[in-house]
């Protein structure tokens, strides 16, 4: 991940924005703002730039809901690491299923 990168979150329901947003951390603690695209697509953007060689914590608790109510059926923590933005490629994550996470580089 790249130091000027922004999280984008593709859910397959449409969702509760408020519930979702809530249910999302990432820590060490980064501050920005979510921009709801659509109903299913949200971006995360950092206001301050990632920090270089530090490992990130994103979680996705059940807390969030889709329209009708529903909560994700898991839980997901992804570990991320923030490489040099010279040698660095954005990743698109294009699938978590149960433990595995499934992820392409675009270049």
Do not use: E
């Not at 889709?66 to 698109?92: A, E, H, K, Q, T």
Request: aromatic content about 10%; charged content about 10%; overall charge neutral.
């Amino acid at each position: 991940v790249s130091k000027s990168d922004y999280i984008q979150f593709s859910f397959t329901q449409p969702m509760d924005q408020s519930a979702t947003q809530n249910a999302i951390s990432i820590t060490p603690a980064l501050d920005g703002q979510f921009n709801w695209v659509s109903s299913t697509l949200l971006q995360f953007i950092p206001t301050t730039r990632f920090i270089s060689n530090q490992t990130y914590r994103l979680t996705i608790t059940k807390a969030a809901l889709d329209m009708n109510g529903i909560p994700l059926r898991n839980s997901y923590v992804i570990d991320f690491l923030v490489n040099n933005p010279i040698d660095s490629g954005p990743i698109n994550l294009q699938s978590i299923t149960g433990y595995s996470v499934s992820g392409v580089c675009i270049n």
